[in-house]
């Protein structure tokens, strides 16, 4: 078993979790919330570490990041478990068995491993995704130093609930990330994921401001929801005015599943409603994501209008972007490694 990191000692062999937001309590011979954790005789593991449930080559677009090294792959994998209890999770098979009933299954492999194989298939990335990588931290900071070495980048694609001491004990080691925001409203955080706002709004400024990630937001648009207009209002006002307007923003389609099974798929007229509030706040790049017809995954200049990343499915096509510039007209165009 591999020792976990960031927690401390409280008194009789009882522990304290300062890896996410929840700050778990654990006693011996318990878990934390995420399943994942347990105190053995006062000391907490990582019971997660090295067991890989899920791995591909992604397009980086998949995860998405559409302005963060374009047109190339990345080597994705998750442990399971999850922080979260999301009712509408989309990956529910591998974030919840070890919460639910206790399982962590995955095969073994090292940070060596990872890297190796990340190396071998082209990739110019590793992604932590398909979960929440918050919770196999361990196993996450230990292969980014390793891709880091063999000039690979590192993505994390997270619900942004972990705690600021896990964000900045990953520091230069992580270099993007797409973080869910799921709502702006409290309510829906505390009674559908079992996780709160305002840990999630700090962490997106933090990572924005002083961490400075390469960051793009997305948000799961669920029909009755998160979808009311006074919602998005509030949502599109904090991205432009204290995330910032450059902030890529994924609007995504839901479809039902896991104990979200009592309303239809997000209607394309509400996908496109939101598309619009954003633009019209001010966001310079907005995207509707996971539905097939919807035309606005393409990437223009936010000046003159010219077509700069064409994107079909998850590939993206044709780039008129030199130098970090459009170009036509010359205008800076936000990301990283854009062409
Ligand atoms: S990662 Fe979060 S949910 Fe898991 S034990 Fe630590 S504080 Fe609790």
Known sequence: MTEARLWKSLKDGTVQCRLCNHYCVVRPGERGKCGVRANED?????????????????????????HFQPGTRTFSFATMGCNLRCAFCQNWTLSQPPADDGRIEGRDATPQQLVDEAVHLGAASISYTYSEPTIFFELM???A??????????????????????????????????VDLKSFSESFYKDTTGAHLKPVLDNLRHIKH????????????????????????????FLVGEIGPDTPWHISRFHPDYKMTDRGATRLDGLETAYAMGKSKGLKYVYIGNMPGANKQQTECPSCGALLIDRTGFSAGRTSIQNGKCAKCGEPIHGVDLG
């Not at 890989?52 to 980086?60: C, E, G, K, S, T």
């Not at 619900?159 to 520091?171: K, P, T, V």
């Not at 002083?210 to 009311?228: A, F, H």
Request: aromatic share 6%.
């Open 42 to 66: 006062g000391v907490l593991y990582a019971l997660n570490y090295g067991k890989i449930a899920a791995l591909n080559l992604d397009p980086v677009e998949k995860k998405p990041l559409y």
């Open 141 to 143: 900071q230990d292969t």
């Open 145 to 178: 130093k390793l891709a880091h070495a063999r000039g690979l980048k590192n993505i994390m694609v997270s619900n942004g609930f972990m705690s600021r001491e896990c964000l900045d004990a990953l520091g230069p080691d992580i270099d993007a990330i797409n």
């Open 210 to 237: 002083t961490l400075k990630w390469w960051l793009e937001v997305t948000t799961l648009l669920i029909p009755g929801q998160n979808d009311s207009k006074e919602e998005l209002d509030k949502l599109t006002d």
